[in-house]
């Protein structure tokens, strides 16, 4: 039977918002898993829906769409944390026209389980759960992205999802480019959301690379994770000449750029994420010789 990935999100500690910033952000969420949801259109099987307890869920083809839309989904609401579980299995119980809340099957027990375990699991904050012995291992590849995002500034983060929207990390086609534009109205709103101006206030930066809107005018040039053949280690994260050109769109230098990004760990992290969707990749391939 075909194997699905739900995926699974929780807002962490938003009860402890203030009531106009909870409300805020809610909003903000919503618009941007609409948004999302358009760029994801070619890999959702049910659109991602943000339900009650301010959990998100959705219904994804493979578990790479999954976690590339987890991946950019983070960008854009960081620096709220929170915690996932993406699940791999049946999609058995499936109710017409009904929602991703309303469907059921392993693909989302397993997604409850993995985000169940968060807690206990030392330090991650997202988890895969397809009972394969591959887990481990993309586990231990989706953390070190996690942890490496985790820890930058909101400045190296705006870098981290600028530079994700001049060279996207794809696979197979997950991610449908022409929509980009539309995160321009999503990154204004953000912008005007007090919870957001009052964290960016209290850094001492005079301008954040995504104050004013993008015309994306740079185009966008996907990387596909699966053409990085490199057997010693994975590279493609990496992108050449990516701070000259985030030197001259920003109006500073290329050494400011350079040290920024070493700075926010952004290859590390885009290379990592490469790493866990290679090993996804791997446990399909496998599951099909079965």
């Known amino acids: 039977m075909k194997k699905y990935s739900a995926l699974i999100i929780d807002l962490k500690k938003s009860r402890s918002y203030e009531h106009f910033d909870r409300i805020n952000l809610q909003n903000y969420i919503k618009n941007t898993i609409l948004i ?10 049910l659109n991602v829906v943000f339900s009650a307890g301010d959990e998100v869920q959705g219904l994804f083809s ?39 809340t309303e469907q059921d099957g392993s693909a989302y027990h397993n997604a409850r389980y993995a ?49 994700e929207l001049m060279y996207p990390i794809d696979i ?14 999503l990154i204004a709103q953000k912008n005007q959301i007090g919870y957001y ?15 004013v809107p993008m015309d994306f005018s740079f185009g966008c040039n996907p990387i596909n994770a699966l053409a990085d053949e490199e057997q010693f280690y994975v590279s493609s994260g990496k992108v050449k000449g990516l701070p000259a050109k985030l030197a001259k769109l920003l109006g500073t230098s290329r050494q400011n750029m350079d040290k920024s990004i070493r700075a926010g ?22 599951e099909r010789q079965w």
Do not use: C, H
């Open 36 to 45: 999302l949801n358009k760029i994801f259109a070619n890999v959702l099987e």
């Open 62 to 100: 493979s578990p790479q769409a999954a976690y590339l839309y987890l991946r950019l989904f983070n960008m854009l609401i960081f620096p709220v944390e929170i915690r996932a579980g993406i699940g791999v299995g049946e999609w058995s119980v499936r109710i017409d026209s009904g929602i991703s």
């Open 115 to 163: 985000i169940n375990n968060v807690e206990d699991s030392l330090g991650y904050s997202i988890l895969l759960f397809s009972k394969s012995q591959n887990d481990i291992y993309i586990n231990s590849a989706i953390s070190t992205a996690a942890i490496l995002v985790k820890n930058q500034s909101q400045y190296q983060n705006e870098l981290f999802l600028l530079s």
């Open 172 to 185: 197979n086609g997950a991610l449908k480019f022409n929509n980009f534009e539309e995160l321009n109205s």
């Open 197 to 211: 101006v009052r964290w960016k206030s209290s850094r001492n930066i005079q301008k954040y690379p995504l104050s």
């Open 265 to 286: 760990n952004i290859y590390q992290a885009r290379n990592s994420a490469i790493v866990a969707l290679k090993l996804m990749n791997q446990y399909i391939s496998e």
